[in-house]
């Protein structure tokens, strides 16, 4: 390379850099007043890519609903907002965290927003690992408040639950209670085995289907946990009871994966019997409504704390028709993903009211401990925090049934009103977190044991499940 | 004056204005940059150095220095932390004295670094380099799966368990950042003053002639583990950082994805310069944040993608100009200087030949 051109080319790039740098930031600015900024996050990457712009689009409606905000565009949620106050300041969205469900970039991307960006308030993570990592970092930041987007595990608000940080809605734990009576209950399952990714959230949702399954009787003879990474199923399925030395099989395979890891199955037993199959959440959803659920329909399987597939009650109704109306066709409101985050703003909009639009502690002490969306019909309808700021929840198991249009669809099949985190003394913030052999098998009265309620066609019964 | 010494007066100038900026940095940095930016940089930096110690002066490119920043950082996440009523709860949780902790750690990791060496030092080329890149994945795998130690939980809180002169570095940034600058400063010299010992020098001499030194007595194998050794040293240094840095440690800091990243950081600043690491950690994390702060996360229009779209950008057009990296364009701009001035047949020569004649 010629001489001539670095005279051209260095002072070219020496002048990108500078401006870059004099624009990014990088030299100390005071904070702005009059505003509270707010940070978003949430995954773009990874098995929960799908959740950025229906977390995204959870939030923005509610802080459009509550907040007098509008969506710059109604396909687009992450394109932002404009307007929006509370409290008597201006609310700015700073950033939309951009995760993949692993600790390293969720840390990395609360530091953007909240360090560089000046975020005073998150609403997010997404997923189990991710809150257990921001929780840590809540509790080295105890200025700055994080309200968990739809995250399940434990940790964050049980054993670690730094004061700044709020959870409005269940625990992987807690989103599987009364699974485990159902299946005793109505399959006649005495025996099980499980199989789950091995990580946070899975373990907490193992949890909850321990403690309720062995809670009323029923004994886990084997815990099978995969790398989450995915891959071949195989060797682990080989690990499991054979299907006429069990009498069911929890499933806890994280994202779309329950596919390949049923196809494992399948391969090893041969064809599934669906009244052998249960599991959480991910039986149904994510990729697996088309290839999983049509094995499953008749299957039971824990639920979001929401009635997935609707409730008919007032309350319910209102809502879908206000949280549907910002962003039409980009998220299903009933979904846990959009109702996580809508309740997570508005709970954050109704603190910032309360606070003046103050932020810190004043802000923590403001943020409401009862809430009363949607879906929460016990107590009046409102939703209580515990004492470490986590939901006090009702939860519906769901069925997979076949739907009028021959599809599987997930039906509410139960109610079990006012689930707390403890299930009964069986977890607490002195216990181990839920975890490869936590909790283990024990008999024991869960509050709600006896009193999960039958759900027919969106109407809870005075039924018992029998 | 010659242009050799002109340009060896011009880096130095270069080297006491960077330091006394970064000296200088707390004062003229946000604290977002200097922790997240600047901190990071010097603690990357450290890692790459090890990297490129080893490649430069001794000719193999290790895949494993993550794995082994990853294997000190695990070691010591797993000694200091503790279970507390609202503490951490993922890992062993030993709750050991932190110097002890930090001493095992270090030793720890270089006694890996040296079997890994021992089992490497026979294996060249193409082959080096797998057989390092297993043993990062190796050793991913194994965080990842011994649920014992973490799994693929973070196990955190390693920040609020230092020994006793390094402080509060949990609250007080600035203080790890002077803690990262130091140790750079530390492993920079470390391998200037390594290079020119007996040591180094027949390092060198394995580099370019292996045959020919096992024929002049020297242990090939030997010299190649104890380097493999010394780059395990100071990955355990950065290993150490980063996890006081981070906070928090989970297998994906020591990923493919993180091993792919060292050796990007490594080749951007330059395989051949130990300054190279620094300069080139500098620019991926600059460019990082500002693709992440500047572009959608749904990516870029037409060509999609984010941040590894750009940096894949830069890295492809670095390696067409300038195969040696950052700090192989300021060699070059100097070498089409040099070459100004002397006859043509010099331009058939290579820098190391150009190097050896003049020594000769």
Request: hydrophobic letters at 45%; glycine letters at 14%.
């Amino acid at each position: 390379m010629k001489v001539g051109r670095w005279r051209l080319l260095l002072p070219l790039a020496l002048l990108v850099v500078g401006g870059t740098v004099a624009t990014s930031g990088a030299l100390a600015t005071p904070a702005q007043s009059g505003e509270v900024k707010v940070a978003i996050m949430t995954d773009c990457k990874g098995a929960f890519a799908f959740g950025y712009e229906v977390d995204t689009a959870g939030a923005l409606a509610a802080l459009s609903q509550y907040a007098g905000a509008k969506p710059k565009n109604k396909k687009k949620p992450s394109a932002g907002i404009t307007g929006g106050t509370a409290g008597g300041k201006s609310i700015n969205i700073v950033g939309i965290g951009c995760g993949d469900e692993t600790p390293a970039l969720a840390l990395k991307e609360t530091r953007r927003l909240m360090n560089q960006l000046g975020g005073e308030v998150m609403i997010g993570p997404l997923s189990g690992d991710e809150a257990v990592t921001i929780a840590n970092w809540a509790k080295a930041n105890p200025q700055k408040t994080v309200i968990i987007g739809t995250a399940g595990s434990q940790d964050p608000t049980m054993q670690i639950a730094p004061k700044n940080l709020f959870r409005y809605h269940g625990d992987g734990a807690q989103w599987n209670a009364g699974l485990g009576e159902i299946v005793y209950k109505k399959l006649g399952w005495r025996t099980a085995a499980l199989i789950g990714d091995d990580y946070s959230f899975p373990w907490t949702s193992a949890a909850g289907i321990i403690a309720d399954f062995c809670g009323i009787g029923g004994r886990i003879t084997k815990r099978v946990w995969t790398p989450p990474a995915g891959g071949d199923y195989a060797p682990f399925i080989r690990q499991l009871p054979a299907p006429d030395k069990v009498d069911g099989y929890f499933w806890l395979v994280g994202g779309a994966n329950t596919g390949a890891a049923l196809t494992a199955f399948e391969q090893a037993y041969g064809s599934v019997k669906a009244s052998q199959h249960s599991g959480n959440l991910f039986l149904f959803f994510l990729g697996n409504f088309a290839t999983v659920a049509p094995k499953l329909i008749g299957s039971y399987m824990g639920g979001f704390g929401t009635a997935q597939t609707g409730l008919k009650t007032k309350k319910a109704n209102t809502y879908v028709k206000q949280a549907g109306k910002w962003y039409p066709g980009v998220a299903d409101v009933n979904d846990g993903f959009f109702y996580n985050y809508w309740n997570a703003a508005w709970a954050l909009v109704q603190g910032l009211n309360k606070s003046n639009g103050a932020v810190g502690a004043a802000l923590h002490r403001a943020l409401p401990r009862t809430l009363k969306p949607a879906f929460q019909v016990a107590n009046g309808g409102t939703l209580r925090l515990d004492s470490r700021r986590q939901a006090i929840q009702d939860q519906y198991p769901l069925q997979i049934v076949e739907g009028t249009d021959g599809k599987p669809a997930a039906l509410v099949a139960g109610y079990v009103p006012n689930v707390d985190q403890t299930f009964g003394g069986t977890f607490g913030p002195n216990k181990s977190a839920p975890g490869r052999n936590f909790p283990p098998c024990v008999k024991r009265k869960l509050p709600w044991q006896g009193k999960v309620q039958v759900v027919k066609n969106g109407v809870i019964t005075k039924q018992f499940i029998k | 004056m010659t242009l050799d010494a002109t340009k060896t007066g011009a880096e130095r100038a270069i080297g006491v204005v960077a330091l006394v900026l970064a000296v200088l940095a707390p004062l003229l940095f946000s604290d977002f940059w200097l922790n997240s930016i600047l901190t990071q940089a010097l603690i990357l930096g450290i890692g790459a150095a090890s990297l490129i110690f080893l490649s430069a002066y001794g000719g193999m490119i290790s895949l494993a220095q993550t794995g082994l920043m990853g294997i000190a950082g695990y070691a010591l996440a797993n000694m200091v932390t503790q279970r507390v009523p609202g503490g951490e709860t993922k890992g062993l949780l030993l709750g050991w004295d932190p110097m002890l902790a930090l001493v095992l750690a270090i030793l720890l990791t270089v006694g890996i670094g040296l079997v890994f060496g021992a089992v490497a030092s026979r294996s060249f080329g193409i082959y080096f380099l797998m057989l390092t890149l297993t043993y990062t994945v190796i050793a991913f795998l194994f965080v990842g799966s011994v649920t014992l130690i973490g799994g693929f939980s973070p196990v955190a809180g390693v920040d609020r368990y230092t020994p006793g002169f390094i402080g509060d570095i949990a609250n007080d940034r600035t203080r790890l950042y002077y803690i990262a600058l130091i140790t750079a400063g530390f492993v920079y010299l470390l391998i200037r003053y390594l290079i020119r010992t007996p040591f180094g020098i027949s390092m060198q001499g394995i580099r370019d002639e292996p045959v020919r030194m096992a024929s002049l007595g020297y242990n090939v194998a030997l010299h190649r583990t104890l380097a493999f050794g010394i780059g395990a040293f100071v990955a355990a240094l950065g290993g150490v950082l980063y996890a006081w840095w981070f906070g928090q440690l989970s297998p994906t800091t020591m990923g493919l994805d993180a091993t792919i990243q060292l050796l990007i950081i490594a080749v951007v600043g330059g395989l051949r310069r130990i300054e190279g690491a620094w300069l080139g950690a500098l620019a991926f994390i600059w460019i990082n944040n500002e693709v992440t702060n500047r572009i959608p996360s749904d990516g870029l229009p037409v060509i999609g993608g984010t941040f590894n779209t750009i940096i894949g950008f830069v890295f492809l057009a670095l390696v067409i100009v300038s195969p040696d990296g950052l700090m192989g364009l300021w060699d070059r701009m100097w070498d089409a200087a040099r070459r100004r001035g002397r006859p043509p047949q010099v331009d058939m020569e290579t820098p190391e030949e150009t190097a050896m004649a003049s020594s000769s």
